[in-house]
């Protein structure tokens, strides 16, 4: 046993506490996907400073808009489990984001900066969470082409 899972274990971090659990394969089964239009900026809105966390690498920070966002929340008790975020920066790049909840809360993110819409294909794969944010994405796409 590591020192870090000493630590958790004396500070009672080392399973599970209250209605806390794993999450399992199951649990994102039976999920309930949302889009979060709420979070995503408009199609006339400034672009902003963005920071998008990843793990074991620098963050990935640039001016721009987040154009999608999709989670996926427990259908039982509407904890998240997982969201995609997709931004846009001011150069016509992507940032593709993706934070998984595993185990005792602990969050771990990925993401990239990509040049077109197979970019982020490749990143978010064909999963039912990213088929929710390739249909978002089509959606801002249609409303951006309205307003050119």
């Known amino acids: 046993m590591g020192l870090w899972d000493k630590a958790k274990q004396l500070f009672g971090q080392g399973q599970p506490s209250g209605n ?8 994102h089964h ?12 408009g199609v006339d809105d400034e ?9 074991n690498a620098r963050d990935i920070c640039f001016v721009g808009w987040q154009i999608c966002n999709v989670e996926e ?3 039982k008790d509407d904890r998240r489990l997982a969201y995609l975020k997709l931004f846009q920066t001011r150069t016509d790049k ?6 998984t909840l595993i185990d005792d809360e602990e969050k771990k993110y990925e993401a990239a900066t990509v040049e077109d819409l197979e970019g982020i294909k ?9 088929l929710a944010l390739y ?4 959606r801002q796409l249609n409303e951006l082409q309205k307003t050119a």
């Open 20 to 27: 806390l659990h794993h999450v399992t394969e199951q649990d």
């Open 30 to 41: 039976n999920a309930i996907i949302k889009e979060r239009r709420d979070l995503c900026s």
């Open 47 to 55: 672009p902003q400073e963005q920071t998008v966390r990843r793990d």
């Open 73 to 75: 929340r427990h259908n």
């Open 94 to 99: 992507f940032v593709c984001q993706r934070m």
């Open 122 to 130: 490749r990143f978010f794969g064909e999963d039912s969470l990213a």
């Open 135 to 138: 249909i978002m994405l089509d």
